[in-house]
């Protein structure tokens, strides 16, 4: 059976995924060396945890957060006030066809890592797991 490369429900693909990371680590060199004539931008240090792309490569998505996580909405408002320099810089130093359109959204990734440890440590969970392994340790056929 023949793959659809349009196929909604399909995960990024190969291509999608180079780009995205050469972008995230090019973006993250912009905003290191303060490339970006915009003082309030330079004198925050934002974290670039992600950068996912459209298929087309046209549009790429950045999950950013502010070090500290102390003005997360500001930093958003300035990246987006500065994306068509942000845009420009980071085109500059790649070699893609087209240059993307940024998008900028605040990366929630270390909030569900805590928000699952927090639950991971709750007593019941901790019973219901610890439960589980056992039932798992039962089913188990003797080793030699």
């Known amino acids: 059976m023949a793959k659809n490369k349009f196929q909604h429900g399909s995960g990024p693909s190969q ?8 972008i995230r680590r090019t973006l993250s060199d912009v905003l ?17 945890g992600e950068v996912r792309t ?16 102390q003005g997360q909405e500001d930093a ?11 845009r420009r810089a980071v085109s500059k130093q790649m ?4 240059a993307p359109d940024f998008r900028f959204l605040l990366d929630e990734t270390f909030d ?19 439960a589980s392994d056992d039932a798992q340790d039962d089913d188990t056929p003797p080793q030699d």
Request: net charge positive.
């Open 76 to 86: 958003i408002a300035i990246l987006k006030r500065n994306k068509h320099e942000i």
């Open 112 to 130: 569900r890592m805590d928000e699952t440890r927090r639950l991971f440590a709750k007593d019941d969970v901790a019973r219901d797991i610890a």
């Open 32 to 48: 290191a060396k303060g490339e970006i004539h915009d003082p309030d931008l330079n004198r925050m240090s934002i974290t670039v």
């Open 95 to 98: 070699t893609l066809k087209y």
């Open 15 to 22: 291509r999608q995924l180079r780009v995205g990371e050469l």
């Open 54 to 69: 459209s298929p087309d490569l046209k549009i790429a998505t950045a999950y950013v957060l502010p070090l500290g996580g």
